[in-house]
T-cell receptor
């Protein structure tokens, strides 16, 4: 099976702009989670989507949002970008059964200038 | 909410020695504890995981132990090799929220040949 893919891989934006990142999960996986990785804060959970519904949400401001489509592909959006939003954004997918492993994509590196 | 503490933040060992990384968690309802390895510029990859009904799990040179009473779990790597050099993350989650992993801050392991 193909792994989790993310597009774009690199992105440069300026403060105040908005950005949309995309994640395609492993075929058959219905759960997609998003994480922000920074040197200072490490890996932080943003949200999880399952069958087009947000199932869990981390402690991030409302500028961070996401959605999932019927084919399980997911997008996350960050509006009104701040310098502190510069990070590696990772998505991860997992199957529907309890205890299934979460597999990460390569990430999108976002730089906000 | 859940909080995961990971120690040490950096660890340097000689090739062939053992390495131990320890994590503590705060939420007694957490019952799934994966460990991820992240090489520079690459995605996190699951190396081993353990569930709360098991006290120890081994996979070749890697083992994880879990002490539910004390709320801590540890990663043990024996006969370390230079290719084990990477950042290792522990994480915790509870049933129904396994798409919501709470990560430790990571341990940078350096194995010197």
């Amino acid at each position: 099976k193909a792994g989790v893919t993310q597009t774009p891989r690199y992105l440069i934006k300026t403060r105040g702009q908005q950005v949309t990142l995309s994640c395609s999960p492993i075929s058959g996986h219905r759960s997609v989670s998003w994480y922000q990785q920074t040197p200072g804060q490490g890996l932080q959970f943003l949200f999880e989507y399952f069958s087009e519904t947000q199932r869990n949400k981390g402690n991030f401001p409302g500028r961070f949002s996401g959605r999932q489509f019927s084919n399980s592909r997911s997008e996350m959006n960050v509006s009104t970008l701040e310098l502190g939003d510069s990070a590696l954004y990772l998505c991860a997918s997992r199957g529907s059964l309890v205890g299934e492993t979460q597999y990460f994509g390569p990430g999108t590196r976002l730089l906000v200038l | 909410g859940e909080n995961v503490e990971q120690h040490p933040s950096t660890l340097s060992v000689q090739e062939g020695d053992s390495a131990v990384i320890k994590c503590t968690y705060s939420d007694s309802a957490s019952n799934y504890f994966p460990w991820y390895k992240q090489e520079l510029g690459k995605r996190p990859q699951l190396i081993i995981d353990i569930r709360s009904n098991v006290g120890e799990k081994k996979d070749q040179r890697i083992a994880v132990t879990l002490n539910k009473t004390a709320k801590h779990f540890s990663l043990h790597i024996t006969e370390t090799q230079p290719e084990d050099s990477a950042v290792y993350f522990c994480a915790a989650s509870r049933t129904g929220s396994q798409g919501n992993l709470i990560f430790g801050k990571g341990t940078k392991l350096s194995v010197k040949p």
